[in-house]
């Protein structure tokens, strides 16, 4: 089996920074790409940024030159750095890994983690 686990969810005021981690663990042979997504009320799950295994990245336009995403291959973990926060950051944050399991790809999810952004 895999688990994604997601963490470093929070409340932070407007302008604040947060720092989410995403660690994969159990019975693969590695990771391709580690993706963040958003939920937030009332809508629908959206792509956030992306990092494959060779470090190529995409950032959605809303959060470019704010958030950051990097991995450690070592440790099956993705961060997503997120600065300058803003109240539309509020969202239910999930990690999405796609894990290569006997020689075939599964896209694993984490349980999500709360991140709201207020004064």
């Known amino acids: 089996q895999v688990q994604v686990v997601e963490s470093g969810g929070g409340l932070v005021q407007p302008g604040g920074s947060l720092r989410l981690s995403c660690a994969a663990s159990?019975?693969?042979?590695?990771?391709?790409?580690m993706t963040w997504y958003r939920q937030a009320p009332g809508k629908g799950r959206e792509l956030v940024a992306s990092?494959?295994?060779?470090?190529?990245?995409n950032y959605a336009d809303s959060v470019k030159g704010r958030f950051t995403i990097s991995r450690d291959n070592a440790k099956n973990t993705v961060y997503l750095q997120m600065n300058s926060l803003k109240p539309d950051d509020t969202a239910v944050y999930y990690c999405?890994?796609?894990?290569?399991?006997?020689?075939?790809?599964?896209?694993?999810w984490g349980q999500g983690t709360q991140v709201t952004v207020s004064a």
């Open positions: 999405n890994c796609d894990v290569n399991r006997r020689g075939r790809v599964y896209a694993y």
């Open positions: 990092i494959g295994v060779y470090g190529d990245i």
């Open positions: 159990g019975s693969f042979s590695s990771i391709d790409d």
